[in-house]
């Protein structure tokens, strides 16, 4: 028995053993042009016949964007009978979040702060995934992102370092199940290495300049959990950053990433990225792109074809070593013997389809419902026995909208949207009239019949939000509220009496400030996914109820962009307590306004802050209690609290711990979070909960760049968002 166990433990260092001979093997058999092959990727929605040449002369290594099992075979044939080296391909593709069933975008999906759901919803998309040959998808990603202007915040988990990391490992899971090489599974990529969300101006792909601290302590540690959950491959960034474009980055690519991690995976650019470094002004030709590229740790060129053309002129003329080339062809290789691609290289076409099954749309339900927020109730929801609602807005009945951004093979035709649901399950009681064809739509024409239909109902529940085109990837917005006439819609609907419930179907925090005045309860769904319409349904009728936390902080204004609740102190806090703007007297002196941070028209809080969300119950916390006041360097700190249920339903409560370094050899955050917990209670019970604390949660980058727990003292917060909570001081003795 002992013998089978030994056997089993030496099992993976067996096989990856084996990997490295039968590669060095196949190195030694390759020409220079076909190591050159394996670092091209292409888009395969080119001409098929190019494509099946390139591949017969050995001269892609990876094919993005062909979904299509049976092309996927013929390709692959021809990759491994005709092509020189009998190398087979990857098949690749951006499954964001889900392949045919959409789950909510992944900022929805980060709402739920469920991380074990999320990796189900991984494992769902890469069953749908691999079932149409596809067997890397260019996910998760990981971008910490502070400024909601920025499009691709809808594209990640939002702007806090723990909560992405925890997230992106969730994803990295469900992608790569338990082993790579099951054909089910598919190899993830965390993107976009790194730094990518700090865009200035919120503007995609524009210059970022963050400083070595700052990339280690807020954007490369999710990187990091991925990279730990063994996530097989990174995608670098467009951004330059501090001068430098992360493509060609050797300080994070060499050293960080494979020298401090010890990653052993493939690195892919960005689409273009190696070619874009001659537009960055970095890069003076395409040669030289691919020796800066190249050299830096960039293994595979995607679609600009710089690599495939120029290595041999390089290697021949002394700017690039063989051995450069060999280390990254060694790479690709090893992914695609991790994948199981030498031995079974071929998409078993399935009998019986998984996708689109009632099984994913069960996952992509439970998914959307946890993502949804509820901001603001008042007494509106959830609706009771009504006689008559009218339904409205330009998301309400949105099948393509509704998905988000990043649908690439999402079925418009599955989506369940709330207009129609609603219809279905309540026949004549609902009345649906858009008033707005779509968000940027400025034709009020048809506001006086929604309006009079609502003032015959018991309310009105109004879709707001964004259209998916706004979102996403080169869609940033310098202004944050609503587009169109949404705005007018909602004040003319809430002047008719009847109470209206906003929800939000959107890609981002908006400045909504003036709406959720105007509403007696505000739901904010994100872009929620296939099965949205039945989790919303199941929320405004009280089927379900609301868990969803922000995983970004709600701006009042655009302006307060960027914006989040992990900043520094500064030296002049804003007490909270400033006039705003319209109290200010006229012809005031100069320092009456006293002298702290924050806007005189948006004040220095947010809307709403990151980690709240509120519930169709209350939940009160007690009885806070640590392990001891006072730790040393490698203590454990065992924190309890007391969560209780005091309303009349069940309900689920994702707590929050926060913790507070009152000092150090540089200004620390004025919180951070650090745990999360669900917790589902019935009404009046109650839950002891335990969190488990070490010092390495402490652990920051000083001002040496070295990473460690200064001696200090501390504030540590349980709470249900990130703006309250029972805190506890403790401290760290040296
Ligand atoms: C895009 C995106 C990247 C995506 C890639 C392939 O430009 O930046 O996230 O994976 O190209 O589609």
Same mark, same amino acid.
């Given at each position: 028995m002992k013998r089978l166990f030994f056997i089993f433990l030496l099992c993976p260092v067996f096989c990856a053993a084996q990997h490295e001979t039968r590669i060095d093997s196949l190195l030694g058999r390759m020409t220079l042009h076909e190591k050159a092959g394996q670092l091209n990727q292409l888009d395969g929605r080119g001409t098929i016949d190019q494509l099946k040449e390139l591949i017969r002369r050995g001269e892609l290594g990876s094919v993005m964007n062909v979904m299509d099992p049976v092309m996927v075979n013929e390709l692959q044939r021809i990759a491994c009978e005709e092509s020189p080296a009998r190398i087979p391909l990857v !098949? =690749? /593709?951006?499954v964001v979040h889900g392949f045919k069933t959409m789950l909510p975008i992944p900022l929805g999906q980060a709402a739920t702060f469920d991380p074990e759901l999320v990796k189900q919803g991984a494992r769902m998309a890469a069953a749908e995934a691999t079932e149409h040959g596809i067997r890397w998808s260019f996910a998760p990603m990981a971008d910490i992102s502070r400024d909601a202007r920025w499009g691709r915040i809808a594209e990640g988990f939002g702007e806090d370092t723990y909560l992405n990391a925890v997230m992106a490992a969730a994803v990295v899971e469900g992608y790569q199940g338990k082993e790579l090489a099951d054909p089910s599974s598919m190899a993830a990529c965390v993107k976009h290495f790194v730094g990518y969300g700090a865009a200035e101006g919120g503007r995609d792909y524009n210059a970022t300049h963050l400083t070595e601290r700052q990339m /280690? $302590? !807020?954007y490369l540690p999710p990187f990091h959990e991925a990279v730990q959950a063994g996530c097989a491959s990174v995608m670098t960034a467009f951004n330059d950053n501090d001068g430098i474009p992360c493509t060609a980055n050797r300080f994070l690519l060499h050293d960080v990433l494979r020298g401090e991690w010890g990653f052993d995976g493939v690195v892919v650019s960005d689409w273009g990225a190696v070619g874009e470094l001659v537009t960055h002004g970095y890069a003076g030709d395409r040669a030289d792109a691919? +020796? *800066?590229? @190249?050299t830096a740790?960039? &293994? #595979? &060129? #995607?679609?600009? *074809?710089?690599y495939i053309e120029n290595i041999e002129k390089l290697v021949a003329s002394g700017r690039l070593t063989e051995a450069e080339v060999d280390a990254a062809v060694r790479r690709v290789l090893r992914l695609k #013997? /991790? @994948?199981? @691609?030498f031995d079974n290289p071929y998409t078993e076409i399935a009998a019986r389809s998984v996708t689109g099954g009632d099984a994913h749309l069960a996952v992509a339900r439970k998914a959307a419902e946890e993502s949804v927020v509820l901001l603001a109730n008042r007494g509106t929801l959830p609706l009771g026995n009504f006689k008559k609602i009218v339904v409205a807005g330009p998301l309400a009945d949105a099948p393509h909208d509704q998905l988000g951004t990043w649908t690439m093979d999402g079925d418009t035709a599955q989506t369940r949207t709330p207009a129609r649901v609603l219809k279905a399950r309540y026949g004549k009681r609902v009345e649906f009239i858009p008033a707005l064809r779509y968000s940027r739509d400025r034709d009020t024409s048809d506001f006086a019949r929604v309006a009079a239909a609502a003032a015959g109902a018991d =309310? +009105?529940? @109004?879709f707001l939000g964004e259209e998916a085109i706004l979102t996403g990837e080169a869609h940033s917005l310098a202004g944050l509220e609503l587009q169109g006439a949404q705005t007018a819609l909602l004040e003319r609907l809430a002047a008719t009496g009847t109470p209206v419930v906003a929800v939000f179907m959107a890609g981002r925090p908006l400045a909504i400030p003036r709406e959720c005045t105007l509403s007696s309860a505000v739901l904010y769904a994100w872009h929620p996914g296939t099965m949205g319409g039945e989790a919303i349904a199941d929320i405004l009728t009280g089927k379900a109820n609301p868990s969803g936390k922000l995983p970004a902080s709600f701006p009042r204004m655009s302006g307060q962009s960027p914006l989040y609740y992990n900043h520094s102190s500064t030296g002049r806090? =804003?007490?909270?307590? $400033? *006039?705003?703007?319209e109290q200010i007297p006229v012809n005031a002196r100069q320092s009456v306004l006293g002298h702290s941070s924050y806007y005189l028209d948006a004040g220095s809080k947010p809307l709403f802050p990151f980690g709240f969300g509120l519930s169709y119950t209350t939940f009160e916390l007690g009885g806070l209690t640590l392990s001891a006041d006072s730790i040393s360097q490698n203590d454990t700190l065992r924190v309890s609290v007391t969560l209780r249920n005091t309303g009349r339903r069940e309900g689920t409560q994702a707590l929050q711990l926060y913790v507070r370094d009152h000092g150090g050899s540089v200004t620390r955050p004025v919180k951070e979070l650090k745990r999360i917990a669900r917790v589902t209670l019935a009404p009046g019970a109650s839950e002891r909960v335990e969190f488990t604390l070490t010092t390495a949660d402490l652990a920051f980058w000083g001002a040496d760049m070295r990473l460690r727990a200064e001696p200090g003292k501390f504030t540590l917060t349980v709470g249900m968002d990130s703006q309250s909570g029972l805190s506890a001081p403790f401290s760290l003795a040296e």
């Open positions: !098949f =690749a /593709r951006d /280690r $302590e !807020f691919a +020796v *800066k590229a @190249l740790g960039t &293994d #595979m &060129d #995607m679609s600009s *074809k710089i #013997m /991790r @994948l199981g @691609l =309310a +009105v529940i @109004l806090p =804003a007490s909270g307590k $400033e *006039k705003p703007i």
